[in-house]
């Protein structure tokens, strides 16, 4: 089996990363990471690929548009099929997600399209909610746009601040993230217009509720 190589973009800790070294372990995973950047050179995620075994690289230039252009030359001489960003905080160039349109995804730590941009829980708590998540989309130039591949629904609880709300998502993330590679690996995914069509995929038959105890018992 061939598998498709991946190129992932970091900026920190790299948990979401090591989520998919741990799936590519597995033979039948039919994705592998070819190349680990970082504009960061302390990024932590760094070691990780090192530990991996991993092809890795620090691109800390000062302009978008330089640091597009350096990685864009390394992602293709690896050979990188999909572009996976995973915690890089910096804003792509416009070019650079016009050259990989389509072959980019991004996780974000909400239902998108509520609270795109910083602090997502912290905005999911101030409104309220009682339902949050992570969305993994395809990029486009628009910051946390693009059609919506996946998503992943956690409880909001009443006595979440946002460093406990962010926990439960980010458990919600390292399942969906490489769950949703898989599906662009095994070329299940077709993008009609702004949604994202999903060979074999079926939603959920059941709603959720919160509180929960209050609608079992009808109110």
Known sequence: MKRLKLGVLISGRGSNLQALIDAADDPTYP???????????????????????????????????????????????????????????????????????????????????????????????AAGVRFSGCTVHFVRAAVDTGPIIGQAVVPVRDDDDEERLAARILEAEHRLYPLTVRWFAEGRLRIVGNRVAIAGGRPPERALFNPEALASRGG
């Open 31 to 125: 994705a592998e990471i070819g190349l680990v950047i970082s504009n960061r050179p302390e990024a932590a995620g760094l070691e990780r690929a090192a530990r991996a075994g991993i092809a890795h690289q620090a691109l800390a230039h000062p302009s978008r548009e330089a640091f597009a252009a350096a990685a864009d030359e390394a992602l293709c001489r690896q050979g990188v099929g999909l572009v996976v960003l995973a915690g890089y905080m910096r804003i792509l160039d416009t070019g650079f997600v016009e050259a990989w349109h389509d072959r980019l995804v991004n996780i974000h730590p909400s239902l998108l399209p509520a609270f795109p941009g910083l602090h997502p829980q912290r905005q999911a708590l």
